[in-house]
T-cell receptor, first 112, second 110 residues
């Protein structure tokens, strides 16, 4: 398997623009997670999907953030409008049931 | 919420040395995982270890859930072991919510 695939790997945008990050989980995995990593706050769980259904979005910072999982092989994390404080590395991860968690390579977002 | 503390925060080793990284957690957990984040930022799962001991090559891990700690052993360290090591614990929320520690930053010099 190719592992968890994220795109884009790098995104530079201006404040106020919409940002969409994409994730393809490992085939057969039924849990998908979006994490954000910053120097100040470390790794934070933003949202968790199980069988394509959002289970916990308590980590989503505010209404500017939204996530969808229309099918088992695709998820998006959208920020609209983006702000400089959203600059971070966003990781997608997947697992089967409550097993080992596998991360994608991350999307590094810079908002100017 | 649960507290996950890792020690030491930073570690510098000469290639070939051994080391032990520690993860303490403040409450009972369903499972624990160790990850390595390499200098390029990639997060790699090392161990899924809710209890007991596992070994994978030069790495091994032990979790003593009743005493709320886990140890990661690195033997004969190599420069490629450099990076940040995270432990993450799954709290009992009914789903797989992992709480990450702040990490141990390891530098192995040749």
């Amino acid at each position: 398997d190719a592992g968890v695939i994220q795109s884009p790997r790098h995104e530079v945008t201006e404040m106020g623009q919409e940002v969409t990050l994409r994730c393809k989980p490992i085939s057969g995995h039924n849990s998908l997670f979006w994490y954000r990593q910053t120097m100040m706050r470390g790794l934070e769980l933003l949202i968790y999907f199980n069988n394509n259904v959002p289970i916990d979005d308590s980590g989503m910072p505010e209404d500017r953030f939204s996530a969808k999982m229309p099918n088992a092989s695709f998820s998006t994390l959208k920020i609209q409008p983006s702000e400089p404080r959203d600059s971070a590395v966003y990781f997608c991860a997947s697992s089967y049931l409550v097993g080992e968690l596998f991360f994608g390579e991350g999307s590094r977002l810079t908002v100017l | 919420g649960i507290q996950v503390e890792q020690s030491p925060p930073d570690l510098i080793l000469q290639e070939g040395a051994n080391s032990t990284l520690r993860c303490n957690f403040s409450d009972s957990v369903n499972n624990l995982q160790w990850f390595h984040q390499n200098p390029w930022g990639q997060l790699i799962n090392l161990f899924y270890i809710p209890s007991g001991t596992k070994q994978n090559g030069r790495l091994s891990a032990t979790t003593v859930a009743t005493e709320r700690y886990s140890l990661l052993y690195i033997s004969s360290s190599q420069t490629t072991d450099s990076g940040v090591y995270f432990c993450a614990v799954e709290v009992n929320t009914g789903f797989q919510k992992l709480v990450f520690g702040t990490g141990t930053r390891l530098l192995v010099s040749p």
